[in-house]
């Protein structure tokens, strides 16, 4: 068993680049093509670690466990800008700190179980979280990504919503009952007035959500028994929240690429008669459900055979006599099982209609030597 | 031994005292403004640069697509912009077309500026270097004014601001004009009346007057739009382009290759319409359709006598709804500027209520309502290797309509510059003159000079100002919006309902990351 604990500090210089501090023009229009700050300095990680190794039954069984918390100074960003200024780009500041904290353990076993098995598996997870601990003038926001003290870095900003509009929420002749975007009509999402200025506007927009899991894990196993062997590999991630969009969202978007909606779609979108749909009223023009917001967030969190493959090797010396060394017949299969509540995209890909879905493959095989 | 070390010491110091420069290593191949701005060339690069933000027709600020957020025309596609949503009273903060047009003509501003305060460094030629300094600030007050027409008081910005100092407010409404103004009042004494050909797309005096007319009138300061379009026609320099050709119609030839070159253009972009056939063309014959005219623009133009539909009676109206070029008895403008459903264009015969084909109504990339738009439209286009149609922003036709109702509206129609003028228009375009009996009174000759306006001027965006300055906004953009008559049931048919809220929709908003990035700046009324 042994305890380890370390403490370092470092400058950064991964995604940095050269030059950061000089402005530079092109040469043709004297137009600015980058934009330099004379003040930026290099980021700085302060990271400390903790650490447990553990080996037991004579190292067959090892266990590492890490503890980390890690801060990095002066995170280099480039803040928005007011377009007035007109700028062509924006400017690198030095502007915060962010912490990541989280932990990783990982086991690793190898061993036999009587004569004839031999198992070996090595899991592994890891929890990572991180958090803006400071921004310089922030918060900073770019369409649909917010920085801003107390969030993760890159958190989702939209708007908040509880559903979709039903009709108990216009009166008779269709006016609205409670604060709706101009020309919403049943069906549409319902947007929530946070800022409570009676009217669905810019300041409802929040921060909503972080795209990327904090929890991460994998599994290896390994079991051969005589001449069979079994091997497969796990893999998975905890909740995040993946963005449902294009025509998977909102087909018939004539705005877009239009789209025919596919059969599942044709059963969950809203009618007076379905009001608890999964996707809005049909309609060729949804400026009003295009929005950012957490209606079309789905839980991002999966579980996946990756591989799997059953082998069976022999040396017989039937084989032998024709002259074969050693034969190995197989069966694999790769991404055969997966455990996911994402309906129309594929958890790891994920992406819109256009995106290719990743394959499940099934091989089967023989390996012959000479 | 003392020596030694006395040497090392002064050489360790003497290497120290330079550390901070020997640390500090340029990039190498950068160019910064500091080793720049020398010749001629510089200059004329930079001052290129303000330049390539002019907007065109059918590229860059799709000026044309402005007839869509009016009742000339319907737009699909939200690719090339959200109008259709606009027109329903759909749009948000997050609307993209004014978001475009804020990010652009601010930078277009910051470059401008950036000329001025960097262009004495160049050696060059000083009385060009002042010309060049006039263009900036010239062009620099008309991106100002091309926002203030959408967005209502915006931040006039005269300097290249620094990005840590970059939150700006807005300046009143008046201001803004105020600014324009004087700007380019101040700048055309300056500039030349004419350039030479291959430059003719520079600002010129005649570009400041028109563009302080085209302000004033929408601000209803009728005496300084009277006064700013006499200058342009005093010049003498502009007039109504008319073809050599006499089998042709001078008006439809002035959107083609063929009168590309003229003396009507006052302010244009070069290849401003180079994508026209692209965008407006039917399907059939591989355009895209963006913007379909409406039965209503199609119904106001007058017949070939000079009278309208409505005078005709409900018959005659009937006929013409049904048939738009029925014997050939229409105002040759509407001929020039819209394709009607049975015309054969470029051997394709427009069938937009057949059953099958690629013209068919409603059909991605085909029309919306059973008519497409024809300005712009040149066949050679078609196939064409290197389009390159210019697109007028301003061309003399409309400095004279601005001079001709701005008389109007001062009371002094009876002008003999308002019949002179308006006469002028017309029979360019093949038209009989003004009956000047029957138009005898001042509200008869507005009448007459607001359509003159929709027939002159359809689909180059002049209607979208002028349903706001005639404080009309509201009427002609609530309710059903209705295409070509379709055969199978004898009535026109219905494109799309739209919905406006004059309060709100009178100007755009200001853009949301505006307001994010800027926490001085502040959103106009219902937004």
Same mark, same amino acid.
């Given at each position: 068993?042994?305890?380890?604990?370390?403490?370092?500090? /470092?400058?950064?210089?991964?995604?940095?680049?050269?030059?950061?501090?000089?402005?530079?023009?092109?040469?043709?229009?004297?137009?600015?093509?980058?934009?330099?700050?004379?003040?930026?300095?290099?980021?700085?990680?302060?990271?400390?670690?903790?650490? !447990?190794?553990?080996?037991?039954?004579?190292?067959?069984?090892?266990?590492?466990?890490?503890?980390?918390?890690?801060?990095?100074?002066?995170?280099? /960003?480039?803040?928005?800008?007011?377009?007035?200024?007109?700028?062509?780009?924006?400017?690198?500041?030095?502007?915060?700190?962010?912490?990541?904290?989280?932990w990783e353990a990982s086991v690793n076993y190898n061993g036999n179980i009587g004569k004839h098995v031999s198992v070996s598996f090595r899991p592994g997870v890891t929890y990572n979280k991180n958090e803006i601990v400071s921004l310089l003038s922030g918060p900073y926001v $770019?369409?649909?990504?917010?920085?801003?003290?107390?969030?993760?870095?890159?958190?989702?900003?939209?708007?908040?919503?509880?559903?979709? !509009?039903?009709?108990?929420?216009?009166?008779?002749?269709?006016?609205? /009952?409670?604060?709706?975007?101009?020309?919403?009509?049943?069906?549409?999402?319902?947007? !929530?007035?946070?800022?409570?200025?009676?009217?669905?506007d810019g300041s409802d927009q929040t921060l909503i959500g972080n795209p990327i899991a904090r929890l991460n894990y994998f599994a290896n196993f390994r079991v051969a028994y005589k001449n069979f062997d079994l091997e497969f590999l796990l893999q998975g991630t905890g909740k995040s929240d993946v963005v449902l969009a294009g025509m998977l969202a909102l087909p018939m978007d004539n705005s877009k690429d239009g789209g025919v909606p596919t059969r599942f779609y044709a059963d969950n979108y809203w009618t007076p008669q379905r009001t608890n749909a999964m996707f809005p009223r049909l309609n060729t023009l949804p400026t009003n459900n295009k929005l950012s917001s957490d209606f079309w967030f789905q839980n991002g969190a999966y579980m996946r055979v990756k591989y799997i493959q059953l082998?069976?090797?022999?040396?017989?010396?039937?084989?032998?006599?024709?002259?074969?060394?050693? /034969?190995?017949?197989?069966?694999?299969?790769?991404?055969?099982?997966?455990? $996911?509540?994402?309906?129309?995209?594929?958890?790891? $890909?994920?992406?819109?209609?256009?995106?290719?879905?990743?394959?499940?493959?099934?091989?089967?095989?023989?390996?012959?030597q000479l | 031994m003392k020596k030694i070390y006395a040497v090392i010491f002064s050489a360790v110091m003497l290497t120290c005292s330079s550390c901070e420069k020997f640390l500090t290593h340029d990039d190498p191949?950068?160019?910064?403004?500091?080793?720049?701005?020398?010749?001629?060339?510089?200059?004329?690069?930079?001052?290129?640069?303000?330049?390539?933000?002019?907007?065109?027709?059918?590229?860059?600020?799709?000026?044309?697509?402005?007839?869509?957020?009016?009742? #000339?025309?319907?737009?699909?596609?939200?690719?090339?912009?959200?109008?259709?949503?606009?027109?329903?009273?759909?749009?948000?903060?997050?609307?993209?077309?004014?978001?475009? +047009?804020?990010?652009?003509?601010?930078?277009?501003?910051?470059?401008?500026?950036?000329?001025?305060?960097?262009?004495?460094?160049?050696?060059?030629?000083?009385? &060009?270097?002042?010309?060049?300094?006039?263009?900036?600030?010239?062009?620099?007050?008309?991106?100002?004014?091309?926002?203030?027409?959408?967005?209502?008081?915006?931040?006039?910005?005269?300097?290249? +601001? #620094?990005?840590?100092?970059?939150?700006?407010?807005?300046?009143?409404?008046? #201001?803004?004009?105020?600014?324009?103004?004087?700007?380019?009042?101040?700048?055309?004494?300056? +500039?030349?009346?004419?350039?030479?050909?291959?430059?003719?797309?520079r600002i010129s005096s005649g570009v400041c007057w028109a563009l302080i007319a085209k302000l004033a009138m929408f601000y209803k300061q009728y005496e300084t739009a009277k006064v700013a379009a006499k200058k342009v026609i005093d010049q003498n320099v502009y007039a109504l382009y008319r073809s050599t050709n006499t089998k042709v119609n001078s008006f439809a030839e002035l959107f083609t290759y063929a009168g590309e070159l003229n003396k009507e253009r006052v302010f244009f972009r070069d290849n401003g319409c180079s994508n026209a056939w692209r965008t407006f063309a039917p399907y059939g014959v591989g355009g895209q359709t963006v913007v379909s005219p409406t039965m209503k623009v199609v119904n106001s133009f007058e017949t070939l006598q000079g009278r309208t539909l409505q005078e005709l009676g409900p018959d005659s109206l009937a006929v013409y709804q049904k048939d738009p070029f029925y014997k050939n008895n229409r105002d040759p403008r509407l001929v020039a500027s819209?394709?009607?459903?049975?015309?054969?264009?470029?051997?394709?015969? &427009?069938?937009?209520?057949?059953?099958?084909?690629?013209?068919?109504?409603?059909i991605l990339n085909s029309t919306a309502t059973g008519f497409w738009v024809k300005k712009y439209l040149d066949p050679k286009d078609r196939n064409g290797a290197s389009p390159s149609l210019d697109y007028m922003i301003i061309r003399y036709a409309e400095v004279l309509l601005n001079y001709v109702e701005s008389l109007m509206e001062l009371g002094d129609w009876q002008n003999a510059d308002v019949i002179k003028h308006l006469n002028d228009i017309r029979t360019r375009a093949g038209m009989p003159v003004v009956d000047v009996v029957k138009y005898n009174t001042q509200e008869k000759l507005r009448q007459l000079i607001r359509r003159e306006r929709t027939a002159e001027l359809a689909f180059e965006g002049a209607r979208f100002y002028d349903i706001r300055r005639w404080d009309? &906004?509201?009427?002609?953009?609530?309710?059903?919006?209705?295409?070509?008559?379709?055969?199978?049931?004898?009535?026109?048919?219905?494109?799309?309902?739209?919905?406006?809220?004059?309060?709100?929709?009178?100007?755009?908003?200001?853009? &949301?990351?505006? +307001?994010?990035?800027?926490?001085k700046m502040t959103q106009n009324p219902l937004y």
């Open positions: 068993m042994k305890l380890r604990a370390s403490y370092g500090q /470092l400058g950064n210089e991964s995604d940095v680049d050269l030059y950061q501090y000089q402005t530079t023009i092109n040469s043709g229009s004297g137009l600015e093509t980058t934009y330099g700050n004379p003040e930026l300095s290099w980021e700085t990680v302060n990271m400390s670690d903790v650490g !447990l190794d553990i080996g037991l039954f004579n190292n067959k069984l090892e266990i590492v466990v890490d503890y980390y918390n890690k801060l990095t100074k002066d995170i280099i /960003l480039r803040p928005p800008l007011s377009y007035t200024g007109g700028f062509e780009g924006k400017v690198p500041v030095n502007a915060g700190k962010l912490r990541n904290t989280g $770019s369409s649909t990504t917010i920085q801003r003290e107390g969030g993760p870095y890159g958190g989702i900003f939209g708007y908040k919503t509880a559903g979709l !509009l039903q009709e108990s929420d216009f009166d008779k002749d269709g006016n609205p /009952l409670i604060p709706v975007l101009p020309g919403a009509k049943p069906g549409d999402i319902k947007y !929530l007035d946070i800022s409570g200025n009676k009217i669905i082998g069976y090797n022999t040396q017989a010396d039937c084989l032998k006599r024709i002259g074969i060394r050693g /034969l190995r017949v197989y069966v694999n299969a790769q991404n055969p099982i997966t455990f $996911s509540k994402l309906k129309l995209t594929d958890p790891e $890909s994920q992406g819109d209609q256009w995106t290719y879905g990743i394959m499940k493959a099934f091989i089967a095989g023989i390996n012959v | 191949v950068s160019v910064t403004d500091d080793n720049w701005w020398k010749t001629e060339a510089n200059a004329t690069g930079a001052l290129g640069s303000v330049y390539a933000g002019l907007p065109g027709g059918s590229s860059g600020r799709q000026l044309m697509f402005l007839s869509a957020l009016s009742d #000339e025309a319907v737009a699909r596609q939200d690719t090339r912009g959200a109008y259709e949503a606009y027109a329903k009273g759909l749009q948000n903060s997050s609307w993209d077309v004014a978001l475009s +047009l804020w990010q652009d003509d601010y930078k277009d501003i910051r470059r401008a500026c950036r000329f001025l305060e960097n262009v004495d460094r160049c050696y060059m030629d000083s009385s &060009l270097k002042d010309r060049y300094k006039y263009e900036a600030r010239a062009m620099r007050a008309y991106y100002h004014m091309e926002m203030m027409l959408f967005f209502g008081g915006i931040p006039i910005v005269t300097k290249s +601001l #620094e990005p840590a100092n970059s939150n700006t407010t807005r300046n009143s409404e008046k #201001e803004v004009y105020d600014f324009v103004v004087s700007e380019l009042t101040e700048c055309a004494p300056h +500039l030349p009346d004419v350039y030479n050909n291959n430059e003719a797309w819209v394709l009607v459903p049975g015309q054969i264009y470029e051997k394709d015969t &427009l069938r937009p209520f057949a059953s099958e084909g690629s013209d068919r109504i409603g009309i &906004l509201g009427d002609v953009m609530n309710g059903q919006v209705y295409g070509a008559v379709d055969p199978a049931t004898g009535q026109p048919v219905l494109v799309e309902t739209r919905s406006c809220n004059v309060q709100r929709d009178f100007r755009y908003p200001i853009p &949301l990351n505006e +307001l994010l990035a800027n926490p």
